[in-house]
Nanobody, 124 residues
Framework: QVQLVESGGGLVQAGGSLRLSCAAS????????MGWFRQAPGKEREFVAG????????YYTDSVKGRFTISRDTAKNTVYLQMNNLKPEDTAVYYC?????????????????WGQGTQVTVSS
């Protein structure tokens, strides 16, 4: 089992940047593909980005390509989401999640562990 704790959310103006971190407990961090999801008020939780166990495969949803970067540091048991050129439509609670899959799934159901979420608010 792994526990995930997100941090780094906050309030930022449009065009600004934030870096989210997700710290994982346990010694098996490298055996999980990791993903970031977000959920805006009244909307479904959606896939944002995912990274494979090795870090060699990375996926993004179209709306964040070129603006967001996911990475992982196995030595620190941490996955990051660097978010640049933020837009008001990026406002949501952001969650990190862990999957047993080798490559990161894009569907919520394939993730087994979830963090508590961190709020990101982008003002116009």
């Amino acid at each position: 089992q792994v526990q995930l704790v997100e941090s780094g959310g906050g309030l930022v103006q449009a065009g600004g940047s934030l870096r989210l971190s997700c710290a994982a407990s346990g010694r098996t961090f490298s055996t999980y593909a990791m993903g970031w999801f977000r959920q805006a008020p009244g909307k479904e939780r959606e896939f944002v980005a995912g990274i494979s166990r090795s870090g060699g495969s990375i996926y993004y949803t179209d709306s964040v390509k070129g603006r967001f970067t996911i990475s992982r540091d196995t030595a620190k048991n941490t996955v990051y989401l660097q978010m640049n050129n933020l837009k008001p439509e990026d406002t949501a609670v952001y969650y990190c999640a862990a999957s047993y899959a080798v490559v990161p799934p894009t569907t919520r159901a394939q993730y087994v562990y979830w963090g508590q979420g961190t709020q990101v608010t982008v003002s116009s």
